[in-house]
């Protein structure tokens, strides 16, 4: 970049006048914030650029304005020369001309922009408590079964809110609590109403409404008083205020907006002919679902009769006289079978039983044992003649071994006391009792001496 400044000899700092302009400029719309003014329109000019050029004064000062295209086109007012306006607008300088200028960003009369001041400050405030929050918002009820409506009683919007009701859904009582909507006090009377309908609960959703007008005109729904009653208001809260380019502090707080108060009365109940043709296809799809419940139903009951005829106590008792009789036959025919195949095994039984009876194992044995008992009879002689033999030469071998024998020649047997036989006289002590056995006697004898014998 270069500096088109010149230099002296000095090194003075000399500014051309197009850069004091520009610093200038720049100083002027840093140095202040966006402002409100407020004083007469002058002199103004529209070209065909669409741009609005104008001078604002007061009784002590005026000043150039200049108000681009696109911010021309949010004003809802026309400018004209004597009008009192109150201005936003950035402080700013012309360059080419080295003229102060303010370059105005929103446009308004004096007296409505000091109530859309208070508007604004008073959105924010309630907007910072919550008080619009959506999380607030109740949902009226789809049919209810009665309307209040807060309104003027002798204005057009009742009138229309009426006519609408009447002709979407008749059939839906109203309930109107009348209030002054314009003028000092009108806000503490709709406050009022809005805590009565609450109290009394004879609505199931209210209309809030009003026709249209200026910003002075709705101002009693846009003080605070209004916006906090329809929050503490336990039923749902529909607002219609003025036309639908009107936006109030009202309209933030209801649970539901509506642009105008016929459209608030057409939000409130259904449209009668869409519900009659909707209960026109239900009637008919309930008689459909009916005839075929009763189709069913008819089949079902049907099969139910037949059902009951097989389970009748009638039907059961036939059924079991002849499982009855089946099952007698039955047992006859078993009882006969089984009688027989008694009998046959009785009879089978009887001739094995003759032919294994004892009598005849009794003559088979008594002729046996006839054939027997002579045979035993020689053969018990033979036995004796041999035993009796046998006998004779044993007993003489006994006899010629026999101790008694040997005591028969003299011979004597010494015992001592326990029973032992002596062999030995060394064997006997003197005084010793001893036991002495003869052939035909014996007796005690007590040994007064010893002598050895001869082997």
């Known amino acids: 970049m270069t500096d088109d400044r010149p230099k002296t000899k000095m090194s003075r700092e000399i500014y051309t006048v197009s850069r004091l302009n520009r610093e200038a400029k720049l100083l002027l719309e840093t140095a202040l914030p966006p402002l409100w003014v407020e004083g007469e329109i002058s002199n103004f000019a529209r070209p065909a650029s669409g741009h609005w050029y104008f001078t604002l004064k007061d009784s002590g000062a005026q000043v150039r304005c200049t108000m681009w295209k696109q911010a021309t086109m949010r004003v809802r007012v026309t400018p004209r020369d004597g009008m009192q306006v109150l201005l936003r607008i950035r402080v700013s300088l012309y360059e080419l001309r080295g003229e102060y200028q303010l370059q105005v960003e929103q446009l308004e009369e004096a007296g409505e922009g000091a109530l859309r001041r208070r508007f604004d400050e008073l959105k924010a405030t309630l907007a910072a408590e919550g008080l619009f929050d959506a999380a607030l918002k109740r949902v009226p009820p789809p049919l209810p079964r009665r309307i209040g409506i807060i309104t003027s009683p002798t204005g057009a919007a009742i009138r229309d809110i009426l006519h609408i009701l009447k002709r979407r859904f008749p059939a839906i009582p109203v309930i109107i609590y009348p209030v002054p909507v314009q003028g000092v006090g009108a806000s503490s009377h709709i406050a009022a109403a809005l805590a009565c309908a609450s109290r009394r609960q004879d609505a199931d959703v209210l209309i809030l409404a009003r026709g249209g007008g200026s910003l002075e005109d709705l101002w009693s729904f846009n003080e605070e008083i209004v916006a906090r009653a329809i929050r503490d208001c336990t039923i749902p809260v529909i607002s219609g205020v003025g036309h639908e380019i009107d936006f109030t502090i009202a309209d933030l707080a209801a649970d539901v907006r509506a642009p105008t108060p016929s459209g608030a009365a057409e939000l409130v109940v259904p449209d009668r002919a869409e519900w009659l043709r909707a209960l026109v296809g ?70 094995r039983l003759d032919r294994v009876h004892p009598r005849h194992a009794l003559a088979t044995r008594r002729h046996y044992v006839s054939m027997l008992s002579p045979r035993l009879t020689r053969a018990v002689k033979l036995r004796l003649n041999t035993d009796q033999g046998r006998l004779a030469a044993a007993a003489r071998t006994l006899q010629a071994v026999s101790p008694l024998a040997t005591l028969e020649r003299g011979y004597a047997i010494v015992q001592q006391p326990n029973g032992h036989i002596v062999r030995q006289a060394s064997l006997l002590k003197r005084g010793e009792i001893v036991r002495i056995r003869t052939a035909s006697g014996a007796f005690s004898a007590t040994v007064t001496d010893t002598e050895g014998t001869v082997a």
């Open 282 to 351: 239900v009637k008919q799809t309930l008689n459909r679902a009916i005839s075929q419940r009763l189709l069913t139903h008819g089949q079902g009951l049907q099969w139910l009769v037949g059902r009951l005829k097989r389970v009748h106590p009638q039907a059961q008792l036939r059924a079991r006289g002849q499982r009855l009789d089946e099952l007698e036959e039955s047992l006859s025919n078993l009882v006969r079978r089984h009688v027989t195949e008694r009998q046959q095994r009785l009879t089978w039984l009887a001739h």
